[in-house]
Protein backbone atom coordinates (compact mmCIF):
# COMPACT_ATOMS: atom_id res chain seq x y z
CA UNK A 1 0.00 0.00 0.00
CA UNK A 2 2.73 2.45 1.25
CA UNK A 3 4.73 1.62 -1.75
CA UNK A 4 1.96 2.93 -4.63
CA UNK A 5 1.70 6.07 -2.42
CA UNK A 6 5.10 7.04 -2.00
CA UNK A 7 5.61 8.21 -5.92
CA UNK A 8 2.67 10.12 -5.40
CA UNK A 9 3.35 12.46 -2.32
CA UNK A 10 6.68 13.12 -4.43
CA UNK A 11 4.61 13.87 -7.66
CA UNK A 12 2.90 16.60 -5.48
CA UNK A 13 5.77 18.02 -3.73
CA UNK A 14 7.38 18.42 -7.65
CA UNK A 15 4.32 20.15 -8.58
CA UNK A 16 4.47 22.42 -6.07
CA UNK A 17 8.28 23.43 -7.45
CA UNK A 18 10.22 23.53 -4.10
CA UNK A 19 12.31 20.55 -3.72
CA UNK A 20 14.21 19.65 -6.18
CA UNK A 21 14.07 23.18 -8.23
CA UNK A 22 17.46 23.80 -7.25
CA UNK A 23 20.80 24.66 -9.28
CA UNK A 24 22.47 21.04 -8.70
CA UNK A 25 19.56 19.09 -9.57
CA UNK A 26 19.35 19.47 -13.29
CA UNK A 27 17.73 16.57 -14.21
CA UNK A 28 14.09 15.04 -12.27
CA UNK A 29 14.22 11.97 -10.87
CA UNK A 30 12.59 8.87 -11.75
CA UNK A 31 11.08 7.77 -8.72
CA UNK A 32 9.60 5.08 -10.70
CA UNK A 33 10.44 1.03 -10.33
CA UNK A 34 13.47 -0.30 -11.07
CA UNK A 35 14.31 -1.19 -14.57
CA UNK A 36 16.82 -3.96 -15.51
CA UNK A 37 17.88 -6.69 -13.64
CA UNK A 38 19.38 -6.29 -10.36
CA UNK A 39 23.07 -4.84 -9.71
CA UNK A 40 25.00 -5.45 -7.19
CA UNK A 41 26.50 -2.81 -5.73
CA UNK A 42 30.61 -2.40 -5.88
CA UNK A 43 31.59 -1.26 -2.12
CA UNK A 44 35.09 0.59 -1.58
CA UNK A 45 36.94 0.92 1.35
CA UNK A 46 38.82 4.17 2.02
CA UNK A 47 40.08 6.13 0.88
CA UNK A 48 38.36 4.90 -2.75
CA UNK A 49 34.93 5.68 -4.10
CA UNK A 50 33.37 3.44 -6.51
CA UNK A 51 32.85 4.59 -9.89
CA UNK A 52 29.83 6.88 -11.00
CA UNK A 53 26.89 4.53 -11.56
CA UNK A 54 26.78 5.96 -15.16
CA UNK A 55 22.66 4.87 -15.42
CA UNK A 56 20.09 7.21 -16.47
CA UNK A 57 17.35 4.45 -15.11
CA UNK A 58 16.42 3.77 -11.54
CA UNK A 59 17.50 0.14 -10.48
CA UNK A 60 17.53 -2.19 -8.75
CA UNK A 61 20.75 -2.07 -6.18
CA UNK A 62 21.36 -5.11 -3.83
CA UNK A 63 23.87 -4.37 -1.02
CA UNK A 64 25.50 -6.48 0.93
CA UNK A 65 27.90 -5.18 4.36
CA UNK A 66 29.23 -7.29 6.76
CA UNK A 67 29.67 -6.29 10.41
CA UNK A 68 33.61 -7.60 11.54
CA UNK A 69 35.25 -6.52 14.85
CA UNK A 70 38.29 -6.36 14.77
CA UNK A 71 41.84 -5.06 16.48
CA UNK A 72 43.12 -2.90 14.00
CA UNK A 73 46.24 -0.32 15.13
CA UNK A 74 44.99 3.34 16.11
CA UNK A 75 48.69 4.72 15.60
CA UNK A 76 52.09 2.88 15.82
CA UNK A 77 52.56 0.25 18.18
CA UNK A 78 49.03 0.44 19.79
CA UNK A 79 45.69 -1.15 18.81
CA UNK A 80 42.27 -0.84 19.17
CA UNK A 81 39.59 -3.31 18.85
CA UNK A 82 37.51 -1.50 16.34
CA UNK A 83 33.68 -2.67 15.26
CA UNK A 84 33.47 -2.32 11.33
CA UNK A 85 31.36 -1.66 8.63
CA UNK A 86 33.15 -4.09 5.75
CA UNK A 87 36.47 -4.58 7.88
CA UNK A 88 37.69 -0.82 7.76
CA UNK A 89 37.05 2.08 9.44
CA UNK A 90 35.69 4.06 7.76
CA UNK A 91 33.23 1.32 6.71
CA UNK A 92 32.75 0.79 2.79
CA UNK A 93 31.73 3.53 0.56
CA UNK A 94 27.73 3.07 -1.42
CA UNK A 95 27.19 4.40 -4.51
CA UNK A 96 23.88 4.54 -5.59
CA UNK A 97 21.55 6.88 -7.67
CA UNK A 98 18.25 8.83 -7.15
CA UNK A 99 15.42 6.70 -7.37
CA UNK A 100 17.26 3.42 -6.68
CA UNK A 101 15.61 0.60 -5.10
CA UNK A 102 18.32 -0.03 -2.78
CA UNK A 103 17.96 -4.42 -0.87
CA UNK A 104 19.88 -3.99 1.83
CA UNK A 105 21.74 -7.28 3.86
CA UNK A 106 23.68 -6.17 6.89
CA UNK A 107 25.57 -9.80 8.32
CA UNK A 108 26.91 -10.14 11.40
CA UNK A 109 29.89 -12.12 11.18
CA UNK A 110 29.56 -15.20 13.34
CA UNK A 111 33.08 -14.28 15.52
CA UNK A 112 31.70 -11.03 16.48
CA UNK A 113 30.15 -10.35 20.32
CA UNK A 114 27.79 -8.03 19.98
CA UNK A 115 24.42 -7.27 18.05
CA UNK A 116 24.50 -4.90 15.58
CA UNK A 117 22.20 -2.45 13.55
CA UNK A 118 22.31 0.37 10.79
CA UNK A 119 20.93 3.68 10.26
CA UNK A 120 21.51 5.13 6.83
CA UNK A 121 20.79 9.05 6.80
CA UNK A 122 19.75 8.35 3.10
CA UNK A 123 17.27 6.18 4.33
CA UNK A 124 13.20 7.64 5.08
CA UNK A 125 12.10 5.43 6.94
CA UNK A 126 11.79 4.41 10.90
CA UNK A 127 15.28 4.79 12.43
CA UNK A 128 17.27 4.73 8.76
CA UNK A 129 16.22 1.36 8.51
CA UNK A 130 18.02 0.75 12.18
CA UNK A 131 14.49 -0.71 13.14
CA UNK A 132 14.62 -3.52 10.27
CA UNK A 133 18.07 -4.28 10.50
CA UNK A 134 19.04 -5.37 14.51
CA UNK A 135 21.31 -8.28 13.78
CA UNK A 136 22.72 -10.64 16.43
CA UNK A 137 25.88 -12.06 15.73
CA UNK A 138 26.18 -15.17 12.98
CA UNK A 139 22.56 -13.65 11.21
CA UNK A 140 21.73 -11.51 8.84
CA UNK A 141 18.82 -8.42 7.84
CA UNK A 142 17.22 -7.93 4.86
CA UNK A 143 15.24 -4.32 4.33
CA UNK A 144 14.62 -2.58 0.84
CA UNK A 145 14.56 1.14 0.76
CA UNK A 146 13.94 3.77 -2.17
CA UNK A 147 16.69 6.43 -2.36
CA UNK A 148 14.39 9.30 -2.64
CA UNK A 149 17.50 12.33 -1.97
CA UNK A 150 20.69 12.98 -3.61
CA UNK A 151 23.40 13.72 -1.72
CA UNK A 152 26.01 12.18 0.36
CA UNK A 153 24.85 10.30 3.74
CA UNK A 154 26.52 9.02 6.85
CA UNK A 155 25.17 5.89 7.97
CA UNK A 156 25.99 4.37 11.58
CA UNK A 157 25.41 1.67 13.70
CA UNK A 158 22.57 2.53 16.24
CA UNK A 159 22.86 -0.32 18.23
CA UNK A 160 22.82 0.50 22.22
CA UNK A 161 25.06 1.65 23.84
CA UNK A 162 24.77 3.75 20.77
CA UNK A 163 28.10 6.20 21.58
CA UNK A 164 30.12 3.26 22.08
CA UNK A 165 29.31 1.64 18.72
CA UNK A 166 30.02 4.37 16.92
CA UNK A 167 32.72 5.43 18.76
CA UNK A 168 34.21 1.96 17.65
CA UNK A 169 34.32 3.27 14.70
CA UNK A 170 30.73 2.16 12.98
CA UNK A 171 30.06 4.39 10.55
CA UNK A 172 30.56 5.21 6.52
CA UNK A 173 29.27 6.89 3.61
CA UNK A 174 26.81 6.17 1.38
CA UNK A 175 26.53 8.94 -2.14
CA UNK A 176 22.64 9.36 -3.56
CA UNK A 177 24.10 10.57 -7.16
CA UNK A 178 21.78 12.91 -8.68
CA UNK A 179 20.12 11.58 -11.76
CA UNK A 180 22.22 13.20 -14.18
CA UNK A 181 25.43 11.76 -12.27
CA UNK A 182 28.30 14.12 -10.48
CA UNK A 183 30.54 16.62 -12.83
CA UNK A 184 33.70 14.31 -13.51
CA UNK A 185 36.72 14.89 -12.06
CA UNK A 186 40.52 13.56 -11.99
CA UNK A 187 40.14 11.76 -8.63
CA UNK A 188 37.80 11.29 -6.01
CA UNK A 189 38.54 10.44 -2.53
CA UNK A 190 37.17 9.41 0.63
CA UNK A 191 37.75 10.91 3.85
CA UNK A 192 36.13 10.47 7.37
CA UNK A 193 36.89 12.20 10.82
CA UNK A 194 36.04 10.31 13.91
CA UNK A 195 37.38 10.36 17.54
CA UNK A 196 38.28 8.04 19.86
CA UNK A 197 38.29 7.51 23.50
CA UNK A 198 41.27 4.52 24.93
CA UNK A 199 42.33 4.90 28.61
CA UNK A 200 46.06 5.05 27.57
CA UNK A 201 47.45 8.87 26.51
CA UNK A 202 47.49 9.49 22.48
CA UNK A 203 50.17 7.17 21.06
CA UNK A 204 50.43 4.93 24.24
CA UNK A 205 51.71 1.55 23.14
CA UNK A 206 49.88 -1.46 23.38
CA UNK A 207 46.37 -2.56 23.54
CA UNK A 208 43.93 0.26 24.53
CA UNK A 209 41.00 0.04 25.88
CA UNK A 210 37.77 2.04 25.03
CA UNK A 211 37.34 4.75 27.83
CA UNK A 212 33.15 5.61 28.51
CA UNK A 213 34.08 8.36 30.83
CA UNK A 214 36.12 10.09 28.06
CA UNK A 215 33.52 9.43 25.65
CA UNK A 216 30.98 10.87 28.31
CA UNK A 217 33.15 13.78 28.78
CA UNK A 218 33.69 14.31 25.28
CA UNK A 219 37.83 14.22 25.56
CA UNK A 220 38.95 12.18 23.33
CA UNK A 221 42.30 10.56 23.08
CA UNK A 222 42.00 10.48 18.99
CA UNK A 223 40.44 12.51 16.75
CA UNK A 224 41.64 10.63 13.31
CA UNK A 225 40.86 10.45 9.62
CA UNK A 226 39.93 7.19 8.35
CA UNK A 227 40.72 5.16 11.53
CA UNK A 228 43.85 5.83 12.32
CA UNK A 229 46.45 7.82 13.57
CA UNK A 230 48.69 8.24 10.23
CA UNK A 231 46.16 6.24 7.83
CA UNK A 232 46.75 9.39 5.04
CA UNK A 233 50.10 10.23 6.02
CA UNK A 234 53.49 8.88 4.78
CA UNK A 235 53.27 6.19 2.22
CA UNK A 236 49.30 6.08 2.94
CA UNK A 237 49.05 10.01 1.17
CA UNK A 238 46.20 10.78 -1.25
CA UNK A 239 47.75 11.66 -4.60
CA UNK A 240 47.05 13.86 -7.46
CA UNK A 241 48.66 15.82 -10.08
CA UNK A 242 48.99 19.18 -11.03
CA UNK A 243 46.55 20.89 -12.91
CA UNK A 244 43.96 18.08 -12.13
CA UNK A 245 40.45 18.34 -10.40
CA UNK A 246 39.82 16.41 -6.79
CA UNK A 247 36.22 15.62 -5.32
CA UNK A 248 36.64 15.15 -1.40
CA UNK A 249 33.74 13.16 0.26
CA UNK A 250 34.27 14.23 3.63
CA UNK A 251 32.13 12.60 6.04
CA UNK A 252 32.12 12.92 9.93
CA UNK A 253 31.21 10.14 12.01
CA UNK A 254 31.95 11.64 15.63
CA UNK A 255 30.56 10.41 18.06
CA UNK A 256 31.39 13.69 19.44
CA UNK A 257 32.98 16.07 17.70
CA UNK A 258 32.15 18.97 15.05
CA UNK A 259 35.20 19.41 12.30
CA UNK A 260 36.56 22.26 11.22
CA UNK A 261 38.21 20.65 7.94
CA UNK A 262 40.22 22.46 6.01
CA UNK A 263 43.72 22.08 3.46
CA UNK A 264 46.26 23.71 4.29
CA UNK A 265 47.62 25.54 1.01
CA UNK A 266 44.02 25.11 -0.72
CA UNK A 267 40.74 26.95 -1.36
CA UNK A 268 37.93 24.75 -2.18
CA UNK A 269 36.27 25.42 -5.74
CA UNK A 270 33.20 24.11 -4.50
CA UNK A 271 31.17 22.98 -1.45
CA UNK A 272 28.60 20.88 -0.74
CA UNK A 273 27.92 22.42 2.32
CA UNK A 274 26.57 19.80 4.73
CA UNK A 275 25.88 17.44 1.79
CA UNK A 276 23.14 19.36 0.72
CA UNK A 277 22.62 20.56 -3.05
CA UNK A 278 23.12 23.90 -2.45
CA UNK A 279 26.75 25.12 -3.76
CA UNK A 280 29.31 26.91 -1.84
CA UNK A 281 32.59 28.66 -3.61
CA UNK A 282 35.50 29.83 -2.81
CA UNK A 283 35.98 28.52 0.46
CA UNK A 284 38.76 28.30 3.35
CA UNK A 285 37.20 25.25 5.64
CA UNK A 286 33.96 23.82 6.00
CA UNK A 287 32.16 22.60 8.75
CA UNK A 288 31.36 19.04 9.22
CA UNK A 289 28.88 18.66 12.06
CA UNK A 290 29.12 14.77 13.67
CA UNK A 291 26.58 12.35 11.56
CA UNK A 292 26.85 14.83 8.78
CA UNK A 293 29.35 15.21 5.36
CA UNK A 294 30.07 17.44 2.60
CA UNK A 295 31.05 17.41 -1.08
CA UNK A 296 33.99 19.24 -1.58
CA UNK A 297 36.11 20.08 -4.79
CA UNK A 298 39.28 22.06 -5.67
CA UNK A 299 41.82 21.91 -8.90
CA UNK A 300 45.16 21.37 -8.14
CA UNK A 301 47.83 24.06 -9.31
CA UNK A 302 51.31 23.97 -7.46
CA UNK A 303 53.21 20.55 -6.58
CA UNK A 304 53.89 19.51 -2.81
CA UNK A 305 52.42 18.11 0.34
CA UNK A 306 49.03 19.91 0.82
CA UNK A 307 47.64 18.93 4.73
CA UNK A 308 43.89 18.26 5.75
CA UNK A 309 43.16 19.30 8.88
CA UNK A 310 40.54 19.67 11.26
CA UNK A 311 41.63 23.55 11.83
CA UNK A 312 40.32 23.05 15.66
CA UNK A 313 44.45 22.47 15.32
CA UNK A 314 45.26 20.84 18.71
CA UNK A 315 43.57 17.65 17.37
CA UNK A 316 45.67 17.69 14.26
CA UNK A 317 48.71 17.84 15.58
CA UNK A 318 48.22 15.75 19.02
CA UNK A 319 45.41 13.78 18.56
CA UNK A 320 45.89 12.75 14.75
CA UNK A 321 43.51 15.02 12.75
CA UNK A 322 45.79 15.11 9.84
CA UNK A 323 46.24 13.45 6.27
CA UNK A 324 48.29 14.56 3.04
CA UNK A 325 47.14 14.84 -0.58
CA UNK A 326 50.74 14.72 -2.29
CA UNK A 327 50.63 16.71 -5.59
CA UNK A 328 53.72 16.07 -8.65
CA UNK A 329 54.13 17.97 -11.13
CA UNK A 330 55.68 21.37 -12.29
CA UNK A 331 56.27 24.47 -10.38
CA UNK A 332 54.38 27.28 -11.14
CA UNK A 333 57.05 30.39 -9.59
CA UNK A 334 53.96 32.85 -10.98
CA UNK A 335 51.52 31.17 -8.11
CA UNK A 336 54.01 29.88 -5.83
CA UNK A 337 57.27 30.57 -5.26
CA UNK A 338 58.02 27.35 -4.27
CA UNK A 339 59.90 27.04 -0.96
CA UNK A 340 58.68 24.02 1.21
CA UNK A 341 58.34 24.17 4.51
CA UNK A 342 56.73 20.68 5.12
CA UNK A 343 58.60 19.27 7.98
CA UNK A 344 58.62 21.61 10.28
CA UNK A 345 55.03 22.29 9.95
CA UNK A 346 54.34 18.76 10.05
CA UNK A 347 56.69 17.45 12.72
CA UNK A 348 56.95 13.83 13.51
CA UNK A 349 54.03 13.15 11.22
CA UNK A 350 56.23 14.27 7.75
CA UNK A 351 58.45 11.28 8.55
CA UNK A 352 57.73 7.27 9.66
CA UNK A 353 57.47 6.25 12.57
CA UNK A 354 58.30 3.38 12.43
CA UNK A 355 61.09 2.97 14.60
CA UNK A 356 58.82 3.61 16.93
CA UNK A 357 56.84 0.88 16.53
CA UNK A 358 59.53 -1.53 16.61
CA UNK A 359 60.87 -0.17 19.63
CA UNK A 360 57.28 -0.63 20.86
CA UNK A 361 57.56 -4.17 19.62
CA UNK A 362 60.91 -4.87 21.85
CA UNK A 363 59.70 -3.46 25.06
CA UNK A 364 56.33 -5.53 24.76
CA UNK A 365 59.06 -8.51 23.87
CA UNK A 366 61.24 -7.67 26.70
CA UNK A 367 64.12 -7.19 24.08
CA UNK A 368 64.36 -3.45 24.13
CA UNK A 369 67.77 -2.39 23.57
CA UNK A 370 69.18 0.97 23.72
CA UNK A 371 70.08 1.30 20.12
CA UNK A 372 65.97 0.56 19.39
CA UNK A 373 65.51 3.29 22.18
CA UNK A 374 67.98 5.79 20.19
CA UNK A 375 66.39 5.12 16.76
CA UNK A 376 62.71 5.15 18.78
CA UNK A 377 63.89 8.80 19.98
CA UNK A 378 65.55 10.38 17.39
CA UNK A 379 62.44 10.33 15.35
CA UNK A 380 60.39 11.55 18.23
CA UNK A 381 62.88 13.86 18.72
CA UNK A 382 63.03 15.46 15.40
CA UNK A 383 58.93 15.89 15.68
CA UNK A 384 59.20 17.83 19.11
CA UNK A 385 62.17 18.71 20.76
CA UNK A 386 64.40 19.67 17.36
CA UNK A 387 61.67 23.02 16.80
CA UNK A 388 63.82 24.58 19.13
CA UNK A 389 67.38 22.74 20.09
CA UNK A 390 67.59 21.67 16.22
CA UNK A 391 67.98 18.82 14.76
CA UNK A 392 71.65 18.83 15.41
CA UNK A 393 70.99 19.24 18.69
CA UNK A 394 73.16 22.92 18.53
CA UNK A 395 70.03 25.37 20.01
CA UNK A 396 70.19 28.56 18.49
CA UNK A 397 72.77 30.86 20.53
CA UNK A 398 70.91 32.50 23.47
CA UNK A 399 67.68 31.22 22.58
CA UNK A 400 67.59 28.04 22.89
CA UNK A 401 70.37 26.22 24.71
CA UNK A 402 72.64 23.16 22.72
CA UNK A 403 71.49 19.57 23.71
CA UNK A 404 75.17 18.85 22.24
CA UNK A 405 77.95 18.51 24.02
CA UNK A 406 75.98 20.12 27.08
CA UNK A 407 78.18 20.80 29.86
CA UNK A 408 75.26 21.19 32.08
CA UNK A 409 72.94 18.27 30.65
CA UNK A 410 75.95 16.20 31.65
CA UNK A 411 75.75 17.35 35.64
CA UNK A 412 72.73 16.15 35.51
CA UNK A 413 71.36 13.01 37.52
CA UNK A 414 68.95 11.27 35.76
CA UNK A 415 65.75 12.21 37.96
CA UNK A 416 66.56 16.21 37.03
CA UNK A 417 67.35 15.04 33.34
CA UNK A 418 63.81 13.81 33.08
CA UNK A 419 62.34 16.38 35.19
CA UNK A 420 62.86 18.85 32.17
CA UNK A 421 61.09 17.33 29.17
CA UNK A 422 57.97 16.67 31.99
CA UNK A 423 57.76 19.42 33.92
CA UNK A 424 59.53 22.25 31.72
CA UNK A 425 62.45 24.80 32.87
CA UNK A 426 62.52 28.49 33.50
CA UNK A 427 65.23 30.43 34.62
CA UNK A 428 68.81 31.15 34.36
CA UNK A 429 71.17 28.50 33.12
CA UNK A 430 74.72 28.30 31.74
CA UNK A 431 75.44 25.99 28.91
CA UNK A 432 79.22 25.42 27.87
CA UNK A 433 79.62 29.50 28.77
CA UNK A 434 76.60 31.01 27.35
CA UNK A 435 73.71 32.40 29.77
CA UNK A 436 70.05 31.35 28.84
CA UNK A 437 66.92 32.63 30.70
CA UNK A 438 64.35 31.47 28.88
CA UNK A 439 61.20 29.26 29.30
CA UNK A 440 60.93 25.59 27.92
CA UNK A 441 57.25 24.42 28.60
CA UNK A 442 56.81 20.69 29.90
CA UNK A 443 56.01 18.33 27.39
CA UNK A 444 54.29 16.13 30.05
CA UNK A 445 51.73 14.55 26.56
CA UNK A 446 53.90 12.63 26.23
CA UNK A 447 54.31 9.10 27.51
CA UNK A 448 56.82 7.77 29.40
CA UNK A 449 58.31 5.67 27.13
CA UNK A 450 58.49 8.43 24.19
CA UNK A 451 59.95 10.58 27.30
CA UNK A 452 62.48 7.82 28.01
CA UNK A 453 63.36 7.39 24.22
CA UNK A 454 64.00 10.92 23.49
CA UNK A 455 66.83 11.35 26.44
CA UNK A 456 68.11 7.69 25.78
CA UNK A 457 68.41 9.10 22.22
CA UNK A 458 69.86 12.54 23.39
CA UNK A 459 71.98 10.76 25.85
CA UNK A 460 73.80 8.57 23.00
CA UNK A 461 73.96 11.33 20.57
CA UNK A 462 76.04 14.31 19.43
CA UNK A 463 78.89 13.37 21.87
CA UNK A 464 76.73 13.55 25.54
CA UNK A 465 77.79 11.03 28.03
CA UNK A 466 75.81 7.75 27.15
CA UNK A 467 73.51 6.21 29.13
CA UNK A 468 69.81 4.97 29.83
CA UNK A 469 66.44 6.52 30.68
CA UNK A 470 63.62 3.90 31.24
CA UNK A 471 59.84 4.39 31.23
CA UNK A 472 59.95 2.95 34.79
CA UNK A 473 62.40 6.10 35.93
CA UNK A 474 59.95 8.79 33.87
CA UNK A 475 56.59 7.29 35.45
CA UNK A 476 58.45 7.87 38.82
CA UNK A 477 59.34 10.80 38.35
CA UNK A 478 56.38 11.91 36.90
CA UNK A 479 54.24 10.73 40.10
CA UNK A 480 56.94 12.35 42.30
CA UNK A 481 57.26 15.74 40.72
CA UNK A 482 54.58 18.15 40.31
CA UNK A 483 53.85 20.02 36.71
CA UNK A 484 52.93 23.64 36.71
CA UNK A 485 49.50 24.67 36.18
CA UNK A 486 48.14 23.65 33.00
CA UNK A 487 50.61 21.18 32.16
CA UNK A 488 48.64 17.58 31.09
CA UNK A 489 49.02 15.13 33.48
CU1 LIG B 1 27.12 -1.73 16.29
Known sequence: MKRFLLPLSIAALLASGGAWSNQASVGTPDLGPPQGPPINAVLTSPPNVPPPTNRHKPAKVIVRLEVIEKEMPIADGTTYTFWTFGGTVPGSFIRVRQGDTVEFHLENNPNNKMPHN?????VTGPGGGAASSFTAPGHQSQFTF???NQGIYVYHCATAPVGMH????????????????LKKVDHEYYVMQGDFYTVGKYREKGHQQFDMQKAIDEKPTYVVFNGSDGALTGDHALTAKTQQTVRLFVGNGGPNLVSSFHVIGEIFDTVRQEGG???????????????GAAMVEFHTQVPGS??????SIFRAFNKGALAILKVDGPEDKSIYSGKEVDSSYLGDNAVSMQPVADAAKAAAAGTLTVPDQVAAGKTLFNGTCSACHQGNGEGLEGVFPPLAKSDFLAKLSADDLIAIPLNGHSGKLTVNGKDYDSVMPPMSQMTDDEIANILTFVLNS???PAGRITKEQVAKVRASTPRPAGAAH
Not at 170 to 180: C, H, I, Q, R, S
Open 166 to 181: IGNGMYGLMLVEPPEG
Open 462 to 464: WGN
Open 277 to 291: TVEQHNVQTTLIPSG
Open 146 to 148: KAL
Open 306 to 311: YVLVDH
Open 118 to 122: IDLHG
